[in-house]
């Protein structure tokens, strides 16, 4: 089974939500997930974002969910590692 274990996002998002809150809604999406949130550039309205997530089995359509119900947009995936592991027996 593949599992995705590390995803790098460029994530345009308004001011509020804060990176605090941001960061935090993403991580509670997985028992195991970290999040790495890095604010690349602030302009009048909007800050760019490098997001960060590693887990042991991330669910993308669940972080893309978060990301649009709180006003961010996922501008593109710029990393991701992927794991082929054995079916469990």
């Known amino acids: 089974m593949v599992s995705i274990k590390r995803v790098v996002l460029d994530v345009l998002k308004p001011h509020q939500p804060n990176a605090f809150e941001l960061s935090t809604a993403l991580a509670s999406l997985g028992d195991d997930y970290l999040v790495r949130l890095t604010v690349v550039e602030v302009d009048k309205s909007t800050e760019t974002l490098e997001i960060e997530v590693t887990g042991k089995a991330i669910d ?14 996922l501008h593109s ?13």
Request: glycine share 4%; charged share 20%.
């Open 60 to 73: 993308f359509a669940a972080i893309e969910s978060t990301l649009n119900s709180m006003g961010a947009s």
């Open 77 to 89: 995936v710029d990393e991701v590692e992927a794991q082929n592991e054995p079916a469990p027996e």
